[in-house]
């Protein structure tokens, strides 16, 4: 594993109690960091935090990312204890299910909407100012491949990660002077959680159209999302990063 330099950082990871986000979580400690675990999940929450401590200094808070108020009360938190915030990974997120756009549920529809394009506004919007105040930080959105082609049965979804592309490039845009960059990641399909809201039919058809013929692993995401959290990463902002294994490499 290359030795990616954090020390000193402080990062906050939305879902971070399970799948791709508590991956980058053990990366980020591993590189130096000292990580904040946002999640809904209280007992996953309380989990993750206990394993993350043998690696790193590990903080977690239960928050809704869909409620304003929530997040500015956690983000003060942070500033409380921390007196900084140099990295804010967006990464929580849920797929609704599948159907088909004129079959799915509203209510549903909505539901994806806020919490995967909705949260991560709020969360920039109560972190970046301290970012530009303190001249420094790097904001990282996980978006999806499916944002970029649109799954069938996913528009739901596929929708709330087209939204965070485009949140990615007019935030990097405004922020590109003021020392804090702004990148997405366009993941293809990776094995976690998520897969249980999904029917078998859908993630036959994410294998599928990927060239690799395999699905993407949560250290890989890390990986890349180590190395975007990192100061060495100065010249790209507003900018998506493919993680398809060849399926989406526009």
């Not at 970012?131 to 709330?160: D, F, L, T």
Request: proline fraction near 3%; hydrophobic fraction near 45%.
């Amino acid at each position: 594993m290359n030795q990616i330099d954090l020390q000193g950082r402080v990062a906050i990871v939305t879902g971070g109690a399970q799948g791709i986000g508590y991956a980058c979580a053990e990366r980020l400690l591993r590189s130096g960091a000292s990580v904040v675990l946002w999640d809904i999940d209280a007992a996953r929450l309380a989990s993750a935090r206990e394993q993350l401590l043998a690696i790193g200094p590990t903080r977690s808070a239960v928050v809704e990312l869909t409620d304003e108020h929530a997040v500015a009360a956690a983000t003060q938190s942070v500033i409380a204890q921390h007196k900084r915030i140099d990295i804010l990974l967006n990464n929580a997120g849920i797929t609704g299910g599948n159907g088909s756009t004129w079959e799915l549920d509203p209510a549903v529809w909505r539901r994806v909407i806020e919490v995967n394009l909705i949260g991560p506004y709020l969360t920039c919007r109560a972190i970046v100012p301290h970012m530009i105040a303190q001249g420094y930080g790097r904001i990282v959105n996980i978006a999806s491949v499916a944002g970029k082609e649109g799954n069938p049965n996913a528009s739901h979804y596929s929708a709330s990660k087209a939204g965070v592309i485009a949140l990615t490039k007019s935030l990097g845009k405004e922020l590109a002077t003021k020392g804090v960059l702004v990148n997405a990641i366009t993941p293809a399909a990776a094995k976690t959680g998520m897969f249980d809201s999904m029917t078998q039919q859908h993630i036959d058809f994410m294998l599928a159209k990927i060239p690799m013929a395999r699905f993407l692993g949560v250290e890989e995401v890390a990986a890349m999302v180590a190395w975007l959290a990192s100061s060495e990463c100065s010249f790209s902002t507003g900018a998506v990063f493919d993680l398809s294994g060849g399926r989406a490499t526009y």
